[in-house]
C-alpha cells in the first residue's frame, strides 16, 4: 500500500533526523595548513573554529550560550587561556553562532567583532526570521526560531572588506556577505576561508550542500560562486558553521548545481 504525502514526509523528516543524530556528537579535530592552525571544536552539530598563526588566536562563533562553559574548557584542553584570544568573530547573529560569545567577552574581555548588518538581531538576542531547505529545518523550526540568548554587542562592526591582521594581528581579510543573515561574515586567510552559514558540510560524506536555513537559495549561489571566483580564490579548504570542513572542488559542485 503506498505511503501517503504527509506519512511519507514524517517517515523522510524522521530518518533525516536519526542522520542528524550521527553527526552530532562532541568532538575537536585539528588540521595544520600552512602556517594555520585551526581547531574545530564540534557541539551537538555546531562548530566553534580556534584559529592559531604564531602568538595569536582567534574564535570565529561561539556556539549556544549553553556550549559556552564548555568550549571554555576545551580551550584551556588546547593550552589556551580564553584570556588571550585576540578576538571573537561572529560569522553571523544566529544563538548558535553567537550565543557563547557574551560569556567568553564578559569574563575574560575579549573584544567581538560582528557584522553591522546583524546589529539588531544580536541586541535583541533572537534568531529573526528563518527559511527552511529541507525536512530536516522544517521539523526544527519551531525549536531554532524561539531560540534566545544574552544581548551582544560588538566591539568592532564590519560594514566593508576589513584586514583581520590589524585586529587580530593574523594576516586576512574579514568579509561582509549578507545573505544568510543580513550581517553575515566570512573570513579568507590565504587557503583557508571560514565561512559561517554560507553553506553547510554534509552529515554523511564530504560534500557541501545548501544551508538548513537560506531565503534566497539562487542569491545563495550566486554568493557562493562569487566566494570561489572574487573573494577567496586560493582557498582550498573551507570550515563552515556545521559539519564539514569541504574542499574546494565539493564547493564548486555545490556552486554548479542547477
Not at 552539530?45 to 574548557?73: F, K, S
Not at 575574560?108 to 557584522?115: C, F, M, S, T, W
Amino acid at each position: 500500500m503506498p505511503v501517503s504525502g504527509p506519512r511519507r514526509r514524517r517517515r523522510l523528516a524522521a530518518a533525516a533526523l536519526a542522520l542528524l543524530s550521527v553527526g552530532c556528537a562532541n568532538s575537536t579535530s585539528t588540521r595544520v595548513i600552512g602556517e594555520l592552525e585551526i581547531h574545530t571544536i564540534r557541539r551537538s552539530h555546531n562548530n566553534a573554529h580556534l584559529v592559531r598563526q604564531g602568538e595569536h588566536q582567534i574564535l570565529v562563533d561561539a556556539g549556544l550560550p549553553a556550549a559556552a562553559t564548555e568550549i571554555e574548557a576545551e580551550l584551556r584542553a588546547l593550552d589556551i587561556d580564553p584570556a588571550q584570544l585576540d578576538a571573537i568573530v561572529i560569522t553571523h547573529g544566529h544563538a548558535d553562532h553567537g550565543g557563547g560569545a557574551k560569556y567568553l567577552h564578559d569574563t575574560y574581555g575579549v573584544p567581538i567583532i560582528a557584522g553591522a548588518g546583524d546589529e539588531a538581531m544580536l541586541a535583541s538576542g533572537q534568531n529573526g526570521q528563518l527559511c527552511p531547505t529541507d525536512a530536516i529545518a522544517r521539523h526544527r523550526l519551531d525549536e531554532d526560531a524561539s531560540a534566545t540568548f544574552s544581548p551582544t554587542t560588538a566591539d568592532l562592526w564590519i560594514d566593508a572588506p576589513t584586514p583581520l591582521e590589524a585586529h587580530a594581528g593574523i594576516p586576512g581579510w574579514i568579509v561582509p556577505v549578507p545573505g544568510h543573515t543580513p550581517g553575515s561574515l566570512i573570513l579568507v586567510l590565504g587557503e583557508v576561508a571560514l565561512v559561517g552559514d554560507l553553506f553547510r558540510g554534509s552529515i554523511l560524506g564530504h560534500a557541501a550542500v545548501p544551508h538548513f536555513y537560506m531565503c534566497d537559495l539562487e542569491d545563495n549561489r550566486a554568493d557562493i560562486h562569487g566566494l570561489l571566483t572574487e573573494l577567496a580564490p586560493a582557498a582550498q579548504v573551507f570550515f563552515v558553521g556545521h559539519f564539514g570542513p569541504v574542499k574546494r572542488k565539493k564547493v564548486e559542485k555545490l556552486a554548479a548545481d542547477d
